[in-house]
């Protein structure tokens, strides 16, 4: 059997219009403005009021990457959400999503990968579509992290954003589209980033919203020495699967975790920051959002261009990561 060509064929994305600046977090915790830019190039992040929910940030996103990809809600055969932060347990966001849309012809589930998320979405809307299984996918990463993040530990609440963003995938000329990914996990590293309480583990009690145990636990530094080093390998495994050299890459589209992660990347690919996305200064780490709210950024101020080799990378909670070469 002939495989399709894939591609992303509409982006969009949502974002809270609160802002939240360093300084407001010096206000709340024992920070500085000067150490956060310092430490991770934040300056600022979109913090959602308290009635919105990822499907409302999802569902705004997913109108825009529609609108761009010409697509209709009954042209929908499947929708993935990747997310940390559903509407709740179950039903999956994807479902809520799909009748907010009026999609009544799409299969929907979500999906967790964390920061990766976004990018196991994209691959495995691929093998649908390639197969001809399906045609259009509607692929979100949408999160509200500011409801799992603790305002009292300074470690994590400084680094977290909540917004969403979303792709149109579907056939595209041949020789275009995603050309190469590489996903993975490195499920020992789990211990460094999670959220203990709420699932089967450890069920949601009065001792656990006691012990603060719904929130994000991370141990940073050994979640930096793992990004430093996946996203450069993974970018270039995803170079040299598609047949291509450094120097032929046009663009890269990083999780925007950290400036210092996004510089080590751009430099084991030998990239000058000029073509690298990033928007992580007014941002933060959205999470599963962040590469494609980037993406829709970079794609609307025409930043890629048809025919650009583009490289979308992230890493993540699990430990996960993925990364996929686009020709655009
Ligand atoms: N303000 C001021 N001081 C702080 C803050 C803060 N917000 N946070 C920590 N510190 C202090 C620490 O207590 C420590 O003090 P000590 O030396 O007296 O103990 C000092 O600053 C240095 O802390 P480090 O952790 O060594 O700082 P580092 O330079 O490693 O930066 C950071 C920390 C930014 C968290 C970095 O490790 C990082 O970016 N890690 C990756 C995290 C990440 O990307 N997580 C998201 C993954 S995506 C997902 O799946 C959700």
Not at 292 to 308: C, Q, S, Y
């Amino acid at each position: 059997m002939k495989l399709k060509s894939v591609g992303i064929i509409g982006t969009g994305s949502a974002l809270p219009e609160r802002i939240m600046t360093n300084y407001d977090l010096e206000k709340i915790v024992e920070t500085s403005h000067e150490w956060i830019l310092s430490r991770t190039g934040i300056e600022e992040r979109r913090i959602a009021d308290e009635k919105t929910t990822t499907s409302d940030l999802a569902y705004e996103a997913s109108l825009k990457a529609m609108e761009m990809a010409g697509t209709s809600p009954e042209e929908l055969d499947l929708i993935i959400v990747a997310t940390i932060t559903p509407d709740m347990v179950f039903p999956a966001t994807a479902c809520i999503l799909q009748d907010r849309l009026g999609a009544r012809n799409a299969a929907a589930f979500d999906l967790e990968a964390a920061c990766s998320g976004f990018l196991y979405g994209v691959t495995t809307a691929q093998q649908f579509i390639a197969t001809g299984h399906y045609k259009k996918v509607l692929v979100i990463g949408g999160e509200i992290m500011s409801k799992i993040v603790d305002f009292t530990d300074r470690s994590t609440c400084v680094l977290f954003g909540d917004g969403a963003g979303a792709v149109v995938m579907g056939e595209v000329e041949e020789g275009f589209g995603i050309l190469s990914t590489d996903l993975g996990s490195k499920g020992e590293g789990g211990k460094y980033l999670y959220q203990p309480a709420g699932g089967s583990l450890e069920p949601a009690s009065e001792e656990s919203v006691r012990n603060r145990r719904h929130f994000i636990k991370m141990g940073g530094g050994e979640v930096f020495k793992f990004a430093v080093r996946i996203m450069g390998e993974s970018s270039a495994r995803v170079i040299e699967k598609a047949g291509l050299e450094l120097e032929d890459v046009d663009y890269l589209v990083p999780h925007q975790a950290n400036t210092r992660i996004i510089e080590a990347a751009a430099k084991r690919i030998k990239l000058p920051m000029s073509r690298v996305k990033v928007n992580l200064n007014r941002y933060g780490n959205m999470s599963a959002a962040s590469i494609p709210v980037a993406l829709d950024e970079a794609v609307r101020a025409g930043e890629i261009k048809k025919g650009d080799h583009v490289v979308l990378v992230g890493f993540g909670g699990g430990l996960t990561w993925g990364a996929a070469l686009i020709k655009w």
